[in-house]
């Protein structure tokens, strides 16, 4: 296993949209052991996604794992298990939003608020390459919307509620924080 180097906003990859896996690919001993890399490297910047393009290969694949007590999350305290996702196809459910502070590896030291639809349906193939279902919402919707945006060269910055509302982590933890944990 490795720790890939994550790519930071600029990074022309940040902003293609990434190919689909074809299901031969996803057996391949490399390509497993790529999942493997994008979690141990999730799990090491304490992200709770990670998208294929943010360690430079564009292809449809995101991690997502929201533990117990997410650093970079407080108050975040719904764990999700982790999930790969290959070839993640989203249906909005609702038209009902969610207001959530984002934040991206990709976009270090910053965090920005971001309105989303809070209940989504996901339809995407497991590790094995296996068809799986998923109904999410809450705070893991806006994850998952957010690390399938990558996907399609999209970044949080670009959905903004208003750009006022583009901080960066130190007076984000001073003077929002506090109200976003009576969330
Ligand atoms: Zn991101």
Known sequence: MAILKVARMGHPILRKVATK????????PDFQRFLDDMVETMHEYSGVGLAAPQVHRSVRVCVIELPEAPKRYPGKKKPS??????????????????TYWEGCLSVPGMRG??????????????RQGTPQEM???????TVLQHEFDHLDGKLYIDRL???????????????????????
């Open 21 to 28: 896996v074809s299901s031969s690919e996803i057996s391949q």
């Open 81 to 98: 298990g982790l999930h790969i996702f290959i070839n993640p196809e989203i249906t909005f459910l609702t038209k009902d939003t969610s």
């Open 113 to 126: 608020l971001v309105s989303r639809p809070n209940k989504v349906l996901v339809k995407y193939l497991d």
């Open 135 to 141: 109904e999410v919402d809450g705070f893991l919707a």
């Open 161 to 183: 509620v208003d750009t006022t509302k583009l901080v960066f982590d130190e007076e984000y933890e001073k003077y929002w924080l506090p109200d976003a944990l009576e969330d």
